[in-house]
């Protein structure tokens, strides 16, 4: 029978329970997975924990993105066959070894990827791509300054920016993940925790930087007001670091844009906007442009030791759990 993490009390990982289950029949409009890999990203370890804004009803699966092999399909639903090779993107459910799910939530795997890369595609990269891409709308030959350069998203801008023609200054905690950062197109890397502004500048003959991928906050994002150029677009991604204090005196003075940034909610609201954003990350992981950086790879019954790499920042890139 097949296993799935479940969580029946709000809590830590450690809380969780590795759990047999009988397969259900196949539903009507709906795929089988035999799932091969998931990717775990820090809203788990906060769904775990009750602290995220979206509360499933106990008990549940974590888990927001998988991909396996495709061994069942309904008489109903056109464009997958057994044996294809598919990225999975449940809003939740993805720690298992089977799941149910319908055609909208599946994406063939590039040729390119295994399936750990393809568990941990879609939410780094496509939070990216909608921040520097759809709303900073970056420019051949800007400055992208990326805060939190070694974790799964920040690495995706990373690899987005260059991608897109722009010169990357990457900041992160330590020189092995400025080497990994630095691998995957950094121009130019600063460790967190020092004053940043003065390199900045330097690095860009005085201008400052044209966009901002922050997922960090507090003090990074204060001191990364004080270096941006004209026009600057400032993409607030998360609060690791604490809740930055914007001086709208210096927004203003820059012409600057503050832009806040919820992928997923995003492409609830308009789902025209998945499409092209899906085709084009495709099309750069098949030209082998972008890919997830798998640090670690843990078995299923290691889940509470993987998410707690996420939650002691020991992940370089990407954690998966691989079946």
């Known amino acids: 029978m097949p296993r799935a993490v479940v969580c029946r009390e709000l809590g830590e990982p450690e809380s969780l329970h590795l759990e047999t289950f009988e397969s259900k029949p196949l539903e009507p409009g709906h795929v089988r997975i035999a799932v091969r890999a998931a990717g775990l990203n820090y ?4 769904m775990v ?11 549940f699966i974590p888990g927001m993105e998988a991909a396996g092999d495709v061994t069942e399909v309904a008489s109903d639903v056109q464009g997958f066959k057994v044996g294809d090779r598919v990225m999975v993107k449940p809003k939740q459910g993805s720690y298992t070894e089977e ?15 295994d399936y750990a890369q393809g568990a941990t595609f879609f939410a780094g990269h496509g939070t990216a791509y909608y921040s520097i891409i ?3 709308r970056i420019q051949p030959g800007e400055t992208l300054l990326v805060h939190g350069a070694a974790g799964g998203v920040g690495l995706a801008a990373v690899e987005l920016g260059k991608a897109y023609g722009a010169k990357v200054i990457a900041i992160a905690s330590s020189e092995e993940k400025l080497a990994i950062a630095r691998a995957r197109g950094a121009d130019h890397t600063l460790l967190s925790g020092q004053p940043f502004r003065e390199q900045v500048k330097a690095f860009t003959d005085g201008r400052g930087a044209d966009v901002v991928f922050d997922p960090v906050g507090g003090q990074a994002f204060e001191e990364s007001l004080r270096c941006i150029n004209w026009g600057a677009r400032l993409c607030i991604v998360g609060f690791l670091g604490g809740v930055g204090v914007a001086k709208t005196n210096l927004v203003l003075i820059k012409n600057a844009s ?10 609830r609201r308009d789902p025209s906007l998945a499409g092209p954003r899906q085709r084009d990350l495709l099309r750069l992981a098949e030209e082998g442009k972008i890919s997830p950086n798998i640090s670690h790879r843990l078995p299923l019954e290691k889940w509470a030791e993987a998410m707690r790499l996420l939650i002691d920042r020991k992940a370089i890139g990407r954690v998966a759990l691989v079946m």
Do not use: C
Request: hydrophobic share 40%; no cysteine; aromatic share 4%.
């Open 99 to 113: 799941i149910m799910v319908t055609p909208e939530n599946l994406t063939p795997m590039p040729s390119t990827f």
């Open 43 to 46: 809203p788990d370890v906060l």
């Open 258 to 267: 503050v832009l806040g940034i919820r992928a997923g909610e995003a492409m």
């Open 134 to 136: 759809d709303r900073a």
């Open 49 to 59: 924990a009750g602290k995220y804004q979206h509360k499933p009803p106990l008990p």
